[in-house]
């Protein structure tokens, strides 16, 4: 036998394990999660689990091996039940469909299977009294269906009993051999046979190399039947051995002898390296041959397919232009109405105005009504932050795509330069002086002297994204999950100066003001001595996650999660008022003072943009004109620059 086969002592090493019911898993209950924009604002755990494969093992026989009669059960191909690592998820309900009766009238084809032991009841159907074959669980949640004759539609496979059926020892069928007296399909030990036990989920592998397995002489099918261990003696003493030659004209057959005398004088021999040249360049002619058939049959399908697709986008275009011709004249219509829509609205802004000035809502200015002046386009991606150079006639816009562009507001309002560096999604963008911080979701911060546009320094920051960026007093303050790290500028370098703990979950949002960093996080804002860098107050919120922070000279604005967005006073740190209205998170918020009033902006997921007065705490403006969820605000010289989605960067003035 071959050297891979251990013989055993004893055939059954243990009992199988009882058969279990499985059933269909429960889905845990999952705690709630936050959505947040970008694949790098939540932290997404993933994990799989490594299939063991089976084992193979055989075992010889010995005298106590069983022989008991075993019915062999219905089989479609091998005799072999699907065992092994099962998908769980083919959990879906299979096309098959089970009936109690029909499906048992069928005749199936059937291989000798004797088991070593007698297999465990509970590993046996109770319908067919057999081993099961493709255990699953059913639609009343065990393994067969009697009582009530219903329909048996498989739910999922079960996993637990067909690795137990697997672990049984069987008998080799080239081991087995029909009962002389007994039903049909009943097979017994044969003691001439092969001599070993094997796994069921390893017979195939053994019966493919079994030495007891039946062949025939490769070159005479007229010899008997011969089994594997015999063959090669055959082939020394086999009379009907053909020369190599044959295919090509030679008529010799002998024995091994006579064999190796015939290719010395053979004619043919000498000529086999320039036959096999022949043969290979005609083999490679054939497969060119029906290459070239199949690129000539893709060609003709390919032709009729654009034939038809041709005929259909004449019909389209006669269509397309029939609509719009239609669409044309409806236009006219529409813009004539719309006319008159503005002068009514121009009528009813007057009459609103006269409204307000003598209520208690304070004046409202006609002329601070915020329009959209212009469109920034040239990002392949989400746009995520926004950042205004101190003079105001440079923008710089962080993006999906990795890159950062730098737009002209002032004169040819174009991009003047695109940076690249990042490897991931460009999250935040924060200037001091005359450099350019950016931090990605690719963990760093890379330095950028605004002056040449070019990379000066990259920083491995964080062991996650970095989600926000601010400066203040010579340091540089960045944000990811569950920390604040404090960085000491100098010249191009940061160095680490402190890292900011206690945070309970993502820093999405800092703010710096002359005496204070503002952070937030989950349902918290935490202000910091920005000398000290110890937490001084800790405010507590509501709605989930807090997205933005904007400071003004009298309150403290955040907007969070589920679309509120709170107002605390900055002196007492009292709540004082939260403000509704979107239907989406607060992404982003930004503040316009002027010795008369201040305005704060808000950027959401519902894709609008609101102006609130925080003088009465009111919307007075709703800014609808991105296609996408507005992610990012940027104030210069009275101008308002939005981010969103859409991969746009409007600009907005009054």
Sequence with gaps: MSSGKTPRSNIYSGEA?????????????????????????????????AEASSSYKQHRRTPSSSSTLTYSPRDDDDGMPPIGTPRRSDSAISVRSLHSESNMSLPQKS???????????????????????????????????PVDAAKLTVVVNNIAVAEQIGELFIHCKYGCRAT??????????????????????????????????????????????????????????????????SKYGCTFIGNQDTYETHLEVCKFEGLKEFLQQTDDRFHEMQLTLAQKDQDIAFLRSMLGKLSEKLDQLEKNLELKFDVLDENQSKLSEDLMEFRRDASMLNDELSHINARLNMGILGSYDPQQIFKCKGTFVGHQGPVWCLCVYSTGDLLFSGSSDKTIKVWDTCTTYKCQKTLEGHDGIVLALCIQGNKLYSGSADCTIIV????????????RAHDNPVCTLVSSHNMLFSGSLKAIKVWDIVGTELKLKKELTGLNHWVRALVASQNHLYSGS????????????????????????VYSIAVTNHHIVCGTYENLIHVWDIESKEQVRTLTGHVGTVYALAVI???????????????SLRVW???????????LRHQGSVTALAVSRGRLFSGAVDSTVKVWTC
């Design 17 to 49: 394990a009882p058969a279990t019911t499985a059933t269909t898993p429960s889905s845990p209950t999952t705690p709630p999660m936050e959505a947040s924009f970008g694949p790098t604002f939540s932290a997404v755990a993933a994990g799989t689990k």
């Design 522 to 545: 989950y349902q918290t804002i935490k202000i910091w001595d920005i000398r000290s860098l110890e937490c001084v107050h800790v405010l507590q919120t509501s709605g989930g996650s």
């Design 593 to 607: 003072s002027t010795p008369d009033q201040t305005k704060v902006f808000s950027a959401s997921y519902d894709r």
């Design 111 to 145: 291989e000798p299977q004797v088991f070593a032991e007698q297999p465990s009841v509970k590993l046996c159907c109770q319908l067919c009294c057999n081993v099961f074959k493709d255990p699953v669980i059913t639609t009343c949640g065990v393994n067969k269906c």
């Design 180 to 245: 002389v007296a007994g039903k049909p399909g009943a097979y017994e030990v044969d003691p001439l046979g092969c001599p070993f036990t094997i796994k069921l989920s390893a017979r195939k592998e053994h019966e493919v190399s079994c030495d007891y397995r039946p062949v025939r002489c490769p070159n005479n099918p007229s010899c008997p039947p011969l089994l594997t261990m015999n063959l090669e003696a055959h082939l020394k003493e086999c009379e009907h051995i053909k020369c190599p030659h």
């Design 613 to 623: 007065s925080m003088d009465n705490m009111i919307c007075t403006q709703t800014l």
């Design 448 to 459: 950028w002297d605004i002056q040449t546009l070019q990379k000066v320094n990259t920083i």
